[in-house]
């Protein structure tokens, strides 16, 4: 049988995982936002470039190359709410859960050092809502 700190450090390094995978999801598209902008500013380049042409295949080609550039900003916009609204309310949500359904967020479960994947972490029958626990200055306390 696990012992209640191995029970409660599965089920964080669960969350932690599930998080850090979030984290690793924003990095990446932070990359590809870097990527998609040096792009788009060789583009424009290229564009002011054909903008001294005369000819009709010149404006053809900016006119083409004009849509890629709107496309590629529309498409960093996108990656940019991805990475600054929908993936921090992913994490909050994860926190906000009640995996185990004890009355307890997995974010109090983390701060309980109880597993948020079990209701009751020490297997004595109780709830960890309702179970005693340790804060960090070893006082025992109750809700």
């Known amino acids: 049988m696990k012992t209640v ?3 409660a ?5 669960k969350i932690m995982n599930e ?10 598209v932070q990359e590809l936002e870097k990527t998609v902008d ?3 500013k060789i583009l424009e380049e290229k564009i002011s470039v054909l903008k001294t042409c005369k000819s009709e295949e010149a404006k053809k080609n900016i006119e083409e190359l004009a849509s ?3 496309a590629a900003k529309e498409s960093i916009q996108e990656k ?11 994490k909050r949500d ?3 859960k009640d995996y185990d359904g004890d ?5 109090e479960e983390l701060q309980r050092g109880t597993n948020p994947y079990e209701r009751d972490s020490d297997h004595d029958g109780i709830d960890d809502k309702d179970d005693k626990y340790k804060d960090y200055d070893d006082n025992e306390l109750e809700r």
């Open 38 to 40: 040096k792009t788009v």
């Open 9 to 13: 450090l599965g089920g964080k390094e």
């Open 103 to 107: 009355g307890l967020t997995n974010y």
């Open 5 to 7: 700190e191995e029970n």
């Open 80 to 90: 940019e709410y991805l990475r600054d609204y929908i993936i921090p309310e992913k």
């Open 68 to 70: 890629i550039i709107n």
């Open 19 to 28: 998080i850090n995978l979030q984290d690793w999801v924003a990095n990446e």
């Open 94 to 96: 994860e926190l906000s």
